[in-house]
């Protein structure tokens, strides 16, 4: 199955009847990618919930029960800044929010939302005194949007601040968005945010936010933005730059930021304080005697190593603040104004570097910081030179030797020795080189992907196969199959299939191997090839939905792709006519679709979803080398009467 795209939300009713007719080959709803469940129930305390970006904790975990997710409804309404309350009596939950009431009866069918009949296929029941109802119902009652992750398991609800609420910040829902000059998609692109960014707004016109982001005010689309909902206390809170002082002689005050160079957290105090401070393991506690603060702070930072948690309160007449660093993470403490401030500052580094070879000079580097990070390069012959603005160098050694045919060295200096660092990336080859470079993970992954220009394809000459996912990156699961190695055996057959039909053949990947997202149409751009078509198996929540289909991207605000429109929708309609003669299977249609593989891939491209593996059926063809076969064939069959030597 597909990684992550754009997501498009409907309203619950439109999504509840939509659900109804994919059972019968129709069109699915976000349900289409999510994984398959047995139709019993069964627990299900890996599934996470999510709102805006911020995680819910319950103490009595979802449920999955008839293909359905079932989610605490008192906790998640309560985050959402409703109020909840329950008629032991009638079985009745009732919870209001601005204008907004909802009501939902035990082992009912029919919740009403403002006295409007709201029909479930799952009702709500009682687990452990605890009410469970249908994820999308209750992220839909107030407004919010639902995402469900099959491959994470992870449920994101989306929800706008209530009329009422003076929105302060917001939130980047979508994988990467454009920072504009001016509220509208005429005026100038001047930057991107990444996917998670919070962002402190200064105003709003019409469906634009006006915002603060790197020191700049720019202009952000609303309807790629989540409002911050401030949670309950007991929960994480998202980031925000913060700038306070204390107000009394004995009283704390905190203030956090989050940006590109690092995590930074002071606390000042108004008279030098006796602090306490202890550092266990990856624990490091203040605590201040006799002091005060104005209120709790919880702040969840996610990194690439792992999360960051801070957590200040008042306990037994002592401020208590605790910092919880991801192993093996760097952090610096100082005191500064004679004891009066004291401060933690983690510095966005290094924290990996994986070497790949592909092709037959073929380089890929990865290089991964523990924030987000910005980037800068330039070439000079044989050497290309990659700024890292406000990272450190971290774990990357100096220098790193590889016994490559195109790879000389690949070095790191670090420029500074403060808080305002960064890191320079020299790669030099032993030949005249092609680069290219993209950033991924929320940009904390950088992509140097490079190749002898003299191993470089004649351009417009070669097919590249994607086998979806791979690695850590399992896809879609079946009951016992992993979306992953059908992939990657369908993708094979394809190639050795093209091959025999004289057609020169590369592959993103040809075996077990991580690929990142952004490096697979990065890679076909590099290679110059002619065509990129990625290989996938389906996936979804209602087990008894099989089928095929097929997807191309070619928007008409994309000028570059929309002039290839007639040849992307011809390469996805050839494939998809192709498999579902072969192999009969419900045909879902050659459908237009935003996904990272075809958007940004500069030549025509295509994704094949062969079959629904969470479909026992479907899971038992796939197995089959034979069907593979018949799926590998039809593919290249439609690739070559497309470029056509087959008619």
Not at 566 to 579: G, M, V
């Amino acid at each position: 199955m597909v990684g992550k795209g754009r997501v498009i939300v409907l309203s619950g009713m439109l999504c509840f009847l939509l659900t109804l007719m994919s059972v019968n080959g129709g069109i699915g709803c976000l349900e289409a990618s999510a994984s398959s469940t047995p139709s019993s129930q069964k627990a299900s305390s890996g599934v996470q919930v999510y709102i805006n970006g911020s995680l819910l904790t319950f103490d009595v975990p979802p449920i999955i029960e008839n293909g359905r997710t079932l989610v605490p409804l008192s906790a998640i309404f309560a985050a959402m800044g409703a109020t909840v309350s329950w008629d032991g009596g009638s079985q009745t939950v009732k919870a209001i929010r601005g204008g907004t009431m909802v009501e939902i009866k035990i082992g009912s069918l029919h919740p009403k939302v403002n006295n409007q009949d709201w029909p479930l296929d799952v009702p709500a029941r009682i687990v452990d005194n605890r009410t469970l109802a249908p994820v999308r119902f209750v992220g839909e009652a107030f407004g919010g949007q639902v995402n469900w992750d099959a491959a994470k398991q992870v449920v994101n609800i989306a929800i706008s601040a209530a009329a009422s609420q003076d929105i302060k910040a917001v939130k980047v829902v979508d994988d990467e968005i454009n920072l504009r000059s001016g509220p509208g998609t005429s005026y100038n692109k001047v930057g991107t945010a990444p996917h998670g960014q919070q962002l402190q707004v200064l105003a709003k016109t019409g469906d634009w936010y006006q915002v603060t982001y790197m020191g700049q005010s720019v202009w952000v689309a609303g309807w790629l933005v989540a409002p911050v909902v401030q949670l309950a206390s007991s929960q994480p809170q998202p980031s925000s730059p913060t700038a306070t002082t204390p107000t009394k002689e004995k009283e704390v005050a905190l203030n956090y930021r989050c940006d590109n160079d690092g995590i930074r957290l002071s606390m000042e105090c108004g008279s030098s304080p006796q602090v306490n401070v202890n550092e266990n393991g990856n624990i490091t506690t203040y605590r201040y005697p006799g002091f005060s603060i104005q209120e709790n702070k919880n702040y969840k930072e996610e990194t690439s190593s792992g999360d960051v948690l801070i957590q200040a309160s008042n306990q037994d007449n002592a401020v208590v603040v605790q910092i919880s660093v991801p192993g093996n993470v760097e952090h610096r403490r100082s005191v500064e104004d004679n004891g009066k401030k004291q401060a933690l500052f983690i510095p966005n580094a290094v924290v990996g570097v994986e070497r790949h070879s592909f092709g037959s000079s073929g380089e890929r580097l990865m290089i991964n910081t523990l924030l987000p990070a910005t980037y800068t390069n330039s070439q000079n012959g044989k050497v290309m030179t990659i700024n890292l603005s406000g990272v450190d160098q971290g774990k990357a050694q100096a220098k790193y030797l590889y016994n490559s045919l195109s790879l000389a060295t690949l070095c790191f200096a670090q420029n500074g020795n403060g808080t305002t660092n960064s890191t320079t990336i020299t790669v030099e080859t032993k030949e005249d080189a092609r680069y290219s470079i993209c950033q991924g993970e929320k940009k904390k992954m950088l992509y140097i992907l490079l190749m002898n220009t003299s191993d470089l394809p004649t351009p417009n000459t070669l097919v590249l196969l994607d086998p979806g996912h791979g690695g850590k990156e399992t896809g879609s699961m079946g009951q016992s199959l992993k979306e992953k190695d059908v992939n990657l055996a369908v993708a094979l057959k394809v190639g050795a299939a093209l091959k025999q039909k004289g057609i020169q053949v590369g592959y993103t990947r040809s075996d077990d191997t991580y690929v990142g997202l952004e490096e697979r149409p990065a890679m076909a751009n590099l290679l110059n090839a002619a065509l990129l078509v990625s290989v996938h198996h389906n996936s979804f929540e209602d087990s008894s939905v099989n089928g095929t289909e097929s997807f191309f991207y070619a928007p008409a605000a994309n000028p570059a792709l929309f002039a290839q429109k007639s040849q992307r929708e011809r390469l996805a309609t050839l494939i998809q006519q192709k498999l579902v003669s072969s192999l009969g299977l419900p045909d879902r249609g050659a459908k237009e679709k935003e996904l990272a593989v075809l958007r940004n891939s500069l030549m025509p491209s295509a994704l094949a979803e062969i079959v629904f593996i969470s479909n026992p059926e479907g899971e038992k063809l796939a197995q089959q080398e034979s069907f593979q076969t018949r799926a590998a064939a039809s593919i290249a069959e439609a690739i070559a009467q497309y470029i056509g030597i087959a008619k």
